[in-house]
T-cell receptor
Framework: GAGVSQTPSNKVTEKGKYVELRCDPI?????LYWYRQSLGQGPEFLIY????????DSGLPNDRFFAVRPEGSVSTLKIQRTERGDSAVYLC?????????????FGPGTRLTVT | DQQVKQNSPSLSVQEGRISILNCDYT??????FLWYKKYPAEGPTFLIS?????DKNEDGRFTVFLNKSAKHLSLHIVPSQPGDSAVYFC????????????FGKGTRLHILP
């Protein structure tokens, strides 16, 4: 079946602009996660949704970052007033909540470059 | 403060030999450990996992060993194949609840012909 998809695959924006990154999870997966991977680092947790609600947003770096999942499926990560330090690969993952499987399935990521 | 540490940024191994990737963690509350493999321009893909009640889990060429007293785990790949060349991330989480995964920085494995 189809895996996690993310759009766009690449996004170049100017400092100060607003961006939206989209994630389509695997059908039926109720848990959705956003991570950010900077150069030379492992993925770092940003936010986790269970259904439509954000169950844990402790990884969001500041109030310029916001994410929504209004219908419990597709999620959008929104970044306001982008800064050069926001440049990274933004990864989305989903998992079938409530099973004995704890693995998360990742999308290919969106590479964000802020110039 | 890195809770999951992979101290070797890269590792080169001859094809057919054993690859051993190491990982240390600091949080004794972690009870589930995972290894992910990542190719360029792709997302990480799940490889193998182990819960803290076990000390070994094997899946084909891949075996993960867990030493809880040392807070150390390792991934063994034998025999190593050219397609194993990738970045490997060690990660930790908590069983019985959906939660974030804490990743290490990764080890780039090169399989030499």
């Amino acid at each position: 079946g189809a895996g996690v998809s993310q759009t766009p695959s690449n996004k170049v924006t100017e400092k100060g602009k607003y961006v939206e990154l989209r994630c389509d999870p695997i059908s039926g997966h109720t848990a959705l996660y956003w991570y950010r991977q900077s150069l030379g680092q492992g993925p770092e947790f940003l936010i986790y949704f269970q259904g439509t609600g954000a169950a844990d947003d402790s990884g969001l770096p500041n109030d310029r970052f916001f994410a929504v999942r209004p219908e419990g499926s597709v999620s959008t990560l929104k970044i306001q007033r982008t800064e050069r330090g926001d440049s990274a690969v933004y990864l989305c993952a989903s998992s079938p909540s409530g099973t004995s499987s704890y693995e998360q399935y990742f999308g290919p990521g969106t590479r964000l470059t802020v110039t | 403060d890195q809770q999951v540490k992979q101290n070797s940024p890269s590792l080169s191994v001859q094809e057919g030999r054993i690859s051993i990737l190491n990982c240390d963690y600091t949080n004794s509350m972690f009870d589930y450990f995972l290894w992910y493999k990542k190719y360029p321009a792709e997302g990480p893909t799940f490889l193998i996992s182990i819960s803290s009640i076990k000390d070994k889990n094997e899946d084909g060429r891949f075996t993960v060993f867990l030493n809880k007293s040392a807070k150390h785990l390792s991934l063994h790949i034998v025999p190593s194949q050219p397609g194993d060349s990738a970045v490997y991330f060690c990660a930790a989480s908590f069983m019985n609840r959906d939660d974030k995964i804490i990743f290490g920085k990764g080890t780039r494995l090169h399989i030499l012909p």
